[in-house]
């Protein structure tokens, strides 16, 4: 059992993969000095630096789904009555507690980041896909009218 727990250990790091692929160093932010594949360094990079066009010093922002580490790339408060969002296409839930979290008109996202690809524990990718009644979607869409649209994500918000 021991051995299969060092090679296991060894086999991938959670959400990077293969260890022997970490090897990008974060400079700055809250990962800063974490090792990581170039391909989740460029991800990550990309989703900060459109993000970093529309955050705001003050007000709220709401990451989805399976992104909460933005929250800690900002001063801004979560949006949220959780910082982990789950796809309902993956995992057969609803929106409903979250929108109602909205009924209260002070609890509305400022900026909206929905994301479009995820890492999943092996290192690889998955695509999230929305439904075109996907219940939040069609909030954010609602309240943010203006939408930029990057390689993996769009982020919702006003002028």
Known sequence: ILII???FQY??????GNYSKLTETIESGPYRGLHTSVQKKQYLNS???DFDKFKLDHGKVLFFDFFPAGYLFTTMKPASNAVWLLSPEQFNTDRN???RY???RSN????????HMIYIFTG???ELEYAE???LVAFVEKVNSEVYNGEYCDIYYDQ
Do not use: C, H, M, W
């Open 5 to 7: 727990l060092l090679v």
């Open 11 to 16: 086999s991938f790091v959670y959400s990077e």
């Open 47 to 49: 989703i900060i630096r």
């Open 97 to 99: 507690l979250t929108l």
């Open 102 to 104: 909205y009924e209260n």
């Open 108 to 115: 509305l996202p400022d900026v909206a980041v929905k994301i």
């Open 124 to 126: 690889g990718t998955q």
């Open 133 to 135: 009644d996907d219940a």
